[in-house]
């Protein structure tokens, strides 16, 4: 049995007439630069998130450097962030002259600890990236009093969490930015790059669409240095498909990491750990284990896939290794020693998981 960690080529074939068809009149269309399914698209995806507006760019690296930039961080200022996520967080940071200041993360959530935040905040401080990891919610409404009482910028990593909500109020709705990845393999993906910017701020926004457009208000006119950082139309058209069934693939992401952790729960195997406060969206299915190498020479050996998000935390990867060899970010580094993610997939049956959970069982 070859299970992979995520199949794409289902999704595409439960939509694959849908898809065809509107990308075939796309291609008629030729309207390939901010045209009409990229306006679409952001106002679908602005009503779906609950924000005043979404500004569709071409990646969600490119959604936290925009924003980063909308915001006014440059040289000499600080932005702290978790050292436990994908290394683009800390990209976005680094590209504007930025210094990321990496804080540890809480040993259940495996988010980013704000007793830490509050105590990195220094007067060089200017904004915080949370990650709303493997796609369950950060404390947004004790991090936004936070923010606001030392007058800092949030801008919200949502690139695993599309979908997300503490009651109903959607992660990327409660920073100054929310920034979105459509990577294929995201909650919500397209078949390519793709990603987009939330903003409640009327001004911002106006400043984040000339940003993405080479600092163009007016055709052939700049007045800042911008960036080529636009959402393709042809990505726009499948997105604006799939938004319609992104409630059905998540609450199916969280029957399969239920079903996984139900079957794991008589195991010493460390569980995701929903907090209570937000619905977790399952980007991925992550487990912590002593032995998680014995665990998954097993399931590989077996032809099912799992890998590790993430082997090294970003204070010890080599691009910041020097800047950072002082700092010790315990939890972090015994996280990415010890965890494992399990293939999720909204189209992943109950009756494969059994087969993985017992490979699991069978290799402690
Ligand atoms: C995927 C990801 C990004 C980057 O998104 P791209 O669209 O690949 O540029 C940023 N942050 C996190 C946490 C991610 O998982």
């Known amino acids: 049995m070859n ?7 289902s999704q595409y074939h439960s939509l694959k007439n849908e898809i065809d068809t509107a990308l075939l009149e796309a291609l008629e269309e030729t309207h390939f630069i901010l045209g009409p399914n990229v306006q679409a698209f952001e ?7 609950g924000v005043k507006h979404a500004i569709g760019v ?43 200041v990496f804080v540890d993360i809480d040993p259940y959530t495996l988010n980013i600890d704000l007793n830490q935040v509050e105590r990195a905040i220094n007067n060089k401080t200017r904004a915080i990236i949370p990650v709303h990891i493997f796609g369950q919610p950060v404390d947004m409404e004790t991090l936004v009093q936070l923010a606001n009482a030392n007058n800092l910028c949030i801008v919200e990593d949502c ?9 109903s109020k959607m992660t ?11 990577f294929p393999s995201k909650n919500l993906g397209c078949f390519g790059d793709g990603g987009l910017i939330t903003t409640n701020d009327d001004k911002h926004a106006n400043e984040l669409r000339v ?4 600092g163009s208000r007016e055709r052939y006119h700049h007045n800042v240095i911008g960036y080529n950082s636009r959402l393709d139309e042809l990505q726009a058209v499948i997105l604006r498909i799939k938004l319609k069934h992104i409630n059905e693939y998540n609450q199916n992401r969280r029957r399969v990491a239920h079903h996984y ?34 665990i998954m020479d097993a399931l590989l050996k077996n032809d099912i896939a799992c ?10 990867q080599d691009v910041f290794l020097k800047t950072y060899k002082n700092i010790s970010l315990p939890v972090a580094e015994s996280v990415s020693e010890k965890c494992f993610s399990l293939p999720i997939y909204p189209e992943l049956e109950n009756q494969t998981i059994d087969i993985i959970t017992d490979i699991i069982k069978g290799a402690l």
């Open 211 to 214: 940003l993405r457009n080479h």
């Open 172 to 182: 990327g709705s409660f920073g100054t930015f929310g920034a979105f990845s459509f």
């Open 307 to 316: 890998a590790i998000y993430y082997p090294i935390p970003l204070h010890r």
């Open 261 to 294: 952790s139900k079957a794991l729960a008589d195991t010493d195997i460390q569980l995701p750990h929903e907090d209570g406060k937000g619905l977790h969206v399952y980007h991925q299915y992550t487990l912590l284990h002593e032995k998680r190498d014995k």
């Open 43 to 49: 106002q679908e995806a602005a009503d779906y998130l």
């Open 58 to 100: 071409a990646s969600g690296t490119d959604a936290l450097l925009l924003s980063l930039d909308a915001a006014g961080i440059g040289q000499g200022d600080e932005v702290i962030t978790t050292a436990f996520t994908f290394i683009a967080t800390a990209e976005a940071i680094s590209y504007l002259g930025a210094k990321p």
């Open 3 to 9: 299970i992979p960690m995520v199949d794409l080529r």
């Open 159 to 167: 690139a695993q969490s599309f979908g997300a909500h503490i009651n």
